[in-house]
């Protein structure tokens, strides 16, 4: 069983990557890499995430309405703004705290798939051995590292089974661990 960290703080700094500003910029939601997801071309993965909170259930032409205003949306920060509306709030399909965890690695499987640079940074990272990929932000503790750096770091964690896909052929013990597919 892998042990993720408690405090990302503690690792050593060589068994860490601080993605999210300058120097792991193209690891974040918010990059220009496009991304083929849900039969659709997103701009980044900010807009196939926010959108993806308004997919599933019966159909709902007030929920496909946002989801199309998301697509459209000119960057990922207006992307998030309109998901964060709350004039849509109640469109937001209701399993959405189960199962955004699994659709966030569904998109980055698809962009790091689609996007030569990204699949490159991938085994890049995997040559170093166990490095974890760690979300530097510190207003986000369920994607990030958080403020206190005891986040989840749930996006660096999607990263992290990827490498475990591409170098076991498909296998992840960290996905398994945590009951995804």
Partial sequence: MIEIPKNWADLPEDERFLF??????????????IVDYDGRIWLTAEHAYQAAKFKGGSY??????????IYR??????????AYSWAYTEFVRPDWEY???????????????GSVNLM?????????????????????????RGKDWCGLNN???????????????????????????
């Fill in 20 to 33: 999210y500003s300058y120097m792991g910029w193209a690891l974040s939601n918010f990059a220009a890499v």
């Fill in 60 to 69: 709902d032409s007030n929920k496909q309405r946002v989801y199309d205003k």
């Fill in 73 to 82: 949306a000119p960057d990922p920060l207006a992307a998030k703004q309109i």
């Fill in 99 to 113: 199962v955004k965890l699994q659709v966030m690695l569904d998109i980055k499987r698809a962009q790091v798939a």
């Fill in 120 to 144: 490159n940074a991938i085994i890049k990272f995997s040559k170093f051995g166990k490095v974890w990929l760690v979300e530097d932000s510190s207003k986000d503790a369920y994607w990030g």
């Fill in 155 to 181: 996006l660096g964690i999607v990263y992290m089974i990827i490498m475990e896909e591409h170098l076991n052929d498909g296998y992840s013990e960290l996905r398994e661990q945590l009951g995804l597919i």
